[in-house]
């Protein structure tokens, strides 16, 4: 029985380590694809425009903007524990009244990679500004997992992105204690071991 469970704790090990190394591998790639390509254009283009003082102050405002709107994303990243790799908007039909926007969301949530594309229709009645979703496809890794597999599935039904984010990172965190906790176990039966060794 003792090494039925070794053989589960050494395969979940194994899982673990593959997960870091992939989650590694994503961010390494982000950041060198992303890095700082668009400060740099930005301070190219700013060297450009030294002479007018008009053009230098907005692009002065620009960069403010840009670095705000990255702080405010690391701390929605640190509140939620939701980190977005990619995200792809693309107008399909514009109108007066009505807009249809494609979107695609790709990220993590700790260890779980997810994939969320949708369309967004907003009609304009009024003064007031409509939104629905509509034609939800959510893909997330931890397909071994039926139960939430089936919550997916209900998730693209009712197109309800919100309780799928918030269950995302509930599960992430279960999933996580999971993880905890056989580390605990493990590292348990390798106490055990050594003083079973020592004994003998």
């Given at each position: 029985?003792?090494?039925?469970y070794?053989?589960?704790?050494?395969?979940?090990?194994?899982?673990?380590?593959?997960?870091?190394?992939?989650?590694?591998?994503?961010?390494r790639?982000?950041f060198?694809?992303?890095?700082?390509?668009?400060?740099?254009?930005?301070?190219?283009?700013?060297?450009?425009l030294?002479?007018?003082?008009?053009q230098?102050?907005?692009?002065?405002?620009?960069?403010?903007?840009?670095?705000?709107?990255?702080?405010?994303?690391?701390?929605?990243?640190?509140?939620?524990?939701?980190?977005?790799?990619?995200?792809?908007?693309?107008?399909?039909?514009k109108?007066?009244?009505r807009?249809?926007?494609?979107?695609r969301?790709?990220?993590?949530?700790?260890?779980?990679?997810?994939?969320?594309?949708f369309?967004?229709?907003?009609?304009?009645?009024?003064?007031?500004?409509?939104?629905?979703?509509?034609?939800?496809?959510?893909?997330?890794?931890?397909?071994?997992?039926k139960?939430?597999?089936?919550?997916?599935?209900?998730?693209?039904?009712?197109?309800?992105?919100?309780?799928?984010?918030?269950t995302?990172?509930?599960?992430?965190?279960?999933?996580?204690e999971?993880?905890?906790?056989?580390?605990?176990?493990?590292?348990?039966?390798?106490?055990?071991?050594?003083?079973?060794?020592?004994?003998?």
């Amino acid at each position: 029985m003792e090494k039925k469970y070794e053989d589960e704790v050494q395969l979940l090990q194994k899982e673990i380590e593959m997960l870091e190394a992939e989650r590694e591998e994503t961010l390494r790639s982000i950041f060198i694809e992303h890095g700082d390509r668009l400060q740099q254009e930005l301070k190219s283009f700013f060297e450009e425009l030294e002479g007018d003082g008009e053009q230098k102050h907005a692009l002065s405002k620009l960069i403010t903007q840009i670095r705000d709107l990255e702080k405010d994303l690391r701390r929605q990243t640190e509140i939620n524990g939701i980190t977005l790799n990619e995200c792809f908007v693309k107008t399909l039909n514009k109108s007066e009244r009505r807009q249809v926007q494609q979107v695609r969301l790709a990220g993590h949530c700790g260890l779980l990679l997810f994939q969320v594309e949708f369309a967004v229709t907003e009609i304009q009645e009024g003064k007031a500004l409509l939104r629905r979703i509509t034609e939800l496809n959510i893909v997330v890794d931890g397909a071994e997992f039926k139960d939430f597999s089936a919550f997916v599935s209900r998730v693209e039904d009712t197109k309800d992105l919100l309780l799928f984010f918030r269950t995302l990172r509930t599960f992430s965190e279960r999933c996580e204690e999971r993880q905890r906790t056989f580390q605990h176990f493990q590292s348990c039966l390798g106490e055990r071991r050594s003083c079973n060794l020592i004994k003998l």
